[in-house]
């Protein structure tokens, strides 16, 4: 026969066991905030940022464009007439082509990149789409770049920035928030687990005398939530890379106005003065990245074919009604200076550092390019 015990009993009970939580907690909060006092954060912004070119030889890359000089033949700058042969049409009449991409009655058919290298990630894909990556000899999706590589504004090889993307990221870090990175960990100077913050800060970047972006200046953190992303990641051999996730920062025109990438992935490494550089990859919208681009089309851009070959290239998140994929892989390459960050109330939460992340600290990599690459 079970005895129940008495309510004032129980009572009693329960108010120990809530003390002994409380205890607990309170001795738990003590030990977390004494290990988060000892760790180290140390903050960057970005200061460059574009999709991950890589020409060393155009002709290993595109060998039809590189025996044809006047190899772009359809720039079409006019919306109201079709400048192809062939026509867009809806409800079987006449249309503007770029207003109407899909009307078009087959694909252009641009070439695309052949060359075996790029830099990125292999985020999973199928074998027949892989690159090979020139640093670290992995294979790699990156079906964007294979479907604009062959586009004249993209012919470049960094630290030299695409030209389609020059002018805009100029613009924008003049007049828009920057991007700013947190990195924590125990002790940053060696291998081990770190925590990667991302957010917008509340004003622009600042320029140095040369034109760049200065290392060292305070910049605010934005605290509204939607460009909040908090990333686990380790430090090894001087790399740090992070655990594959989701990344979502508001972006402003004439650049992105997204930088939106699903199965995301990260490596940096420290070059002189304590600036990182490196790569994000992963899937990205290939709807908004063709609207983005055709929206300031560049000299030397086949805005059509390139619509038609993101569409027919895209790798992942298939409609589940057409079957076209939605997404598409993507490599960024980006660079980053150390800067103070701060919250809007004054505390400051990552210092400026030259040390290089995990001790190590690489030449940069023009210096380290052969000269027979030719850039």
Known sequence: MRIEPSPRRAAARHRSTRSIVA??????????????????????????????????????????????????????????????????????????????????????????????????????????????????????????????????????????LPYNETAPWGTMIDTSPAYAIQVSGADLSKDGPVTVTLDRTLRHLERDAAGGVRSGVSYVLDPSPRSHNVLSGEIKDGVLTINPGYIYLVGDMPFYTQIDLKNAHMRLRSQPDGEVVGYWGG?????????TFTARPAGGADNLGIYWALKRLADADPDPVTGQNQLISVTWRMEAVPAFLATNDGKVVAMASSDGLGGKVEQPMEAQRPASSGQ
Do not use: M
């Not at 006047?70 to 809806?90: C, G, H, S």
């Not at 060359?115 to 199928?126: I, S, T, V």
């Not at 899937?283 to 609207?291: G, K, L, N």
């Open 23 to 160: 205890t607990v907690a309170v001795a738990l909060a003590w030990v977390l905030a004494a290990s988060a006092a000892s760790a180290e954060t140390r903050g960057y912004v970005v200061s460059w940022f574009a999709i991950a070119t890589n020409n060393p030889d155009f002709a290993q890359n595109c060998p039809r464009a590189a025996k044809d000089p006047n190899r772009v033949k359809f720039v079409v700058v006019d919306t109201e007439v079709p400048q192809r042969d062939i026509p867009a049409l809806v409800d079987g009449k006449p249309a503007p082509a770029l207003d109407y991409p899909d009307a078009l009655q087959k694909d252009p058919g641009i070439e695309t990149v052949v060359g075996k290298y790029a830099y990125g990630f292999d985020l999973g894909g199928p074998a027949a789409n892989k690159f090979i990556d020139p640093d670290t000899h992995s294979a790699v999706d990156d079906q964007l770049w294979r479907a604009i590589g062959c586009t004249s504004g993209f012919q470049a090889t960094p630290p030299v």
């Open 283 to 291: 899937y990205t919208d290939w709807h908004a990245w063709v609207y």
